[in-house]
């Protein structure tokens, strides 16, 4: 789009540049007196003068590209103007006080010294009584008294103009480009301006031809984030020319390519991996320096996965191979079955997760699915073709979990192979570690197990060389982590280095309005199609499950194994009944300090949001506000909202303080509240 003061000039403007441009790209012209109207922020913006440029901040979007025009005149009417004498005083008449002025410098930069120049524009108060007026194209405003006119015709733009916005949509081509010097042989320049124009264009082309060499796709943005540059590979990648992404904002690219990452400001992970036109891409960014851009990289998955086997002297895994060992995954997030909100909010959170190489503490009550969930990230993650390896640190000896664990060279000791073995850390190359119970693993492998992920590389058993390894490690417990590290049970260094990505998955009691569906999932994998009663429905959702998800599964398999006809209340396990009796004081009380929890919560992040603080003041603010809690209780509060990665506890004075998901719960819940209320 070309802007300028008055239309006529934006008109002219436009001419100009669809000469050099084409049809193919649309051209639109608006001037600053009619205004402009509405204006995409993927707009490229050509302003006629830095006058014109100031005016625009108020109405264009912050990240539209502006080029101001740099203009200039026709030899054949500087010839005419080189033959007034000399200190001849002459008007430049222009339609306005800022054209005027402008025409003035223009002739002064091309080298116009032997005349007195004099400014004059419609609305001059006073004009000079000279003979000679000179004007680019609008002699009718010459004042009357005027002897004679020299029509300079219109400015027109400079080449070096030509060539930044040709760049700008990547159409610097070897034909536009012979099409602008043909064009500068035409046009005055400014001194030294050919030579800067044809060192330009050299260093272009240069720079272009490295680009494209290059086998990676190459993306640079300026520091607002506005496309600059990308290469012919990164064309590739895109399926589009990179003209059709001049004048947008890389979040406009982002959301036009329906990446589900945001790309800026710049990844600070390092690699991520975004899902690119239905193809995994590992991206990663590189800054400039300060104000001065990022240039990102770009480079499919299975490209990096190979490079990175050839440097790690890792052969392929065929997909039989994996199978028969069992390194593979059965579930995805659409085996997750539930639509409450809490479970909404886990599995958005967990889809985030999947996207990126940090490793993941995954929290929560026995039976509510935590390696269920590990699986699916494993399989909505770039490892997804390679192996899934899962140990239960609780379940093996601790004498053999250190072999398992890093493997082992032959004959390290009594009994172990000739040959040595691989540890699982190396057999999950490439792929994701999944450490269940890790709060069980021995203190005296967690050190070495810190070095792994530190160093990325392991050690076998009786070896004397490191073997580099790049695993994606997800751990999970039952138990509060934050409490076994202050227990000693767990090194706090490796406590952080896991918890990267805290996920708690939510109990079943705290998404009771899953249960109908959970339930006709399990009769569907029984292929048992029976009903059942409401009364029956009533009674588990009153029920606490302590057992979480697996026990509703065992619970429904009961059902179909001993319930003639519709499913009903009196058709349920003993133990269940039973403990459902038992439970029901207890169950009361437990509403009651849910209730508490759900309204205490919400209290606690706002007003963490405001400042760090302690314990024991949050309790006083707490009390004052009419909750009837010690510390103690808010101990526990503030526990659970770390482990939900929404507060951080810090010890002595720092105190307690709010996360950026606990600010994202915090303005989530705000906006609920404003639906409700509307």
Not at 483 to 507: F, M, N, S
Request: charged letters at 25%; glycine letters at 8%; a positive charge.
């Amino acid at each position: 789009m070309v802007v300028a003061n008055r239309q006529r000039t934006a008109d002219i403007l436009l001419q100009q540049l669809r000469e050099f441009i084409g049809d193919d790209i649309v051209l639109q012209s608006r001037s600053l007196q009619n205004g402009l109207g509405i204006i995409s922020d993927q707009t490229l913006v050509v302003a006629s003068t830095p006058f014109a440029t100031a005016n625009l901040n108020e109405w264009l979007p912050r990240s539209t590209a502006v080029v101001t025009a740099v203009r200039t005149m026709r030899k054949d009417s500087w010839e005419n103007i080189m033959k007034l004498r000399m200190r001849t005083a002459a008007l430049v008449v222009n339609d306005g006080q800022d054209t005027a002025l402008d025409s003035v410098a223009l002739l002064k930069d091309l080298g116009l010294a032997h005349l007195n120049l004099v400014p004059c524009y419609p609305g001059l108060t006073e004009v000079p009584n000279i003979a000679i007026a000179l004007t680019h194209g609008e002699p009718q405003l010459v004042p009357s008294g005027v002897k004679k006119v020299i029509d300079m015709g219109d400015r027109v733009l400079e080449p070096t103009t030509l060539i930044e916005v040709l760049t700008l949509i990547g159409r610097l081509d070897q034909e536009h480009y012979q099409q602008v010097l043909e064009y500068t042989d035409q046009v005055m320049l400014r001194p030294g301006n050919r030579q800067l124009l044809q060192g330009f264009v050299a260093m272009r082309q240069d720079l272009e031809g490295v680009l494209d060499a290059i086998p990676e796709g190459i993306l640079v943005v300026d520091a607002k984030g506005n496309f600059r540059l990308a290469n012919r590979t990164w064309e590739k990648m895109m399926g589009k020319k990179s003209w059709q992404f001049v004048g947008k904002t890389l979040h406009q690219i982002g959301d036009e390519l329906r990446l589900e990452r945001n790309l800026w400001p710049a990844p600070e992970s390092g690699a991520v991996a975004v899902d690119l036109l239905n193809r995994q891409v590992m991206l990663q960014a590189f800054g400039r320096g300060k104000n001065q851009g990022i240039v990102y990289t770009w480079r499919r998955m299975e490209e990096r996965i190979k490079s990175s086997k050839m440097a790690a002297g890792v052969e392929d895994y065929p997909k039989q191979e994996l199978r028969a060992n069992g390194f593979r995954t059965r579930y995805t997030f659409k085996d997750i079955v539930g639509e409450s909100k809490v479970l909404r909010e886990t599995l958005e959170r967990a889809n985030q997760f999947a996207g990126t190489s940090a490793s993941i503490v995954i929290t929560g009550e026995s039976g509510t699915g935590k390696e269920l969930f590990a699986q699916a990230i494993h399989n909505a993650s770039p490892r997804s073709q390679f192996p899934f390896v899962a140990i239960n640190c609780a379940a093996i000896p601790e004498s053999l979990l250190e072999s398992e664990l890093f493997g082992y060279e032959g004959g390290s000791f009594t009994g172990a192979l000739r040959s040595g073995r691989e540890g699982l850390f190396e057999q999950a190359h490439m792929g994701t570690i999944f450490l269940d119970e890790i709060a069980e693993l021995p203190l005296s492998l967690q050190s070495r197990l810190l070095r792994v992920l530190q160093e990325k590389e392991v050690m076998r058993i009786g070896a004397n060389r490191v073997r580099p390894i790049d695993v994606r490690v997800i751990s999970a417990s039952n138990q509060n982590l934050e409490q076994e590290v202050r227990r000693g049970k767990l090194r706090p260094d490796l406590y952080y280095r896991l918890a990267v990505l805290p996920l708690y998955i939510p109990p079943l009691r705290e998404r009771t309005e899953d249960l109908a569906l959970l339930i006709r999932n399990f009769l569907a994998d029984f292929h048992d199609r029976r009903a059942w009663s409401p009364a029956l429905l009533a009674k588990l959702q009153a029920y606490h499950w302590p057992g979480n998800v697996r026990e509703l599964r065992n619970c429904v398999e009961y059902l179909v194994t001993t319930a003639k006809g519709i499913f009903q209340a009196d058709d349920l396990p003993p133990t269940l009944k039973r403990l459902r009796d038992d439970q029901s004081a207890k169950l009361l009380e437990e509403n009651k300090e849910r209730s508490l929890e759900a309204t205490l919560e919400p209290f606690l992040l706002r007003a963490l949001s405001e400042e760090h603080m302690g314990r024991r003041k949050l309790t006083e603010l707490a009390q004052k506000a009419g909750f009837q809690v010690g510390e103690g209780q808010m101990r526990v509060a503030l526990e659970k909202l770390a482990v939900k990665g929404l507060v951080l506890v810090r010890r002595g004075r720092a105190g307690v303080g709010i996360t950026q998901a606990g600010l994202r719960v915090l303005r989530d819940k705000a906006l609920d509240k404003t639906k409700l209320d509307a």
